[in-house]
């Protein structure tokens, strides 16, 4: 009987895999429902970068006493795109700009609990994109 259990068990977790192509449910939640998704007018800091695979990836800031206010992104990339975009925006939303330095790829990783290996780059792609626009904001401040 613990044969079959184990059998049904790993049928269905094969199926789960092929249904989300291998990404966890926070990652396919993330990526097929995304937040934070959009553009904000006169944002506080902005960057826009085009990854080696092609996709783009912005993101924009608005930022009141050193607090990530609003953070939103777009992005013509796919779902894994979304889901490290995604991410990092609800990372950092209200979170002090200095603390949000700790943003990067192995922490958006860690949040949707890893993507596939061939889309980590995805999650690279939207924390230098975020750097950026933390580096605009700081540059726009200082002037």
Known sequence: MADEEEIKKEMLDLLMEKITGGLSEKAYDYGYNPRNYGSLDSPDGYAKITGPCGDTMEMFLK????????????????????????????????KPVRECIKINQSAILEHLDGLPEDSEHCALLVAKTFHSALRNYAVGKKR
Do not use: F, L, P, R
Not at 69 to 93: L, R, W
């Open 63 to 94: 930022i009141n006493n050193d607090k990530i206010d609003d953070i939103t992104y777009t992005t013509d990339g796919c779902v894994t795109s979304h889901a490290a975009g995604t991410a990092a925006t609800v990372m950092a939303k209200g």
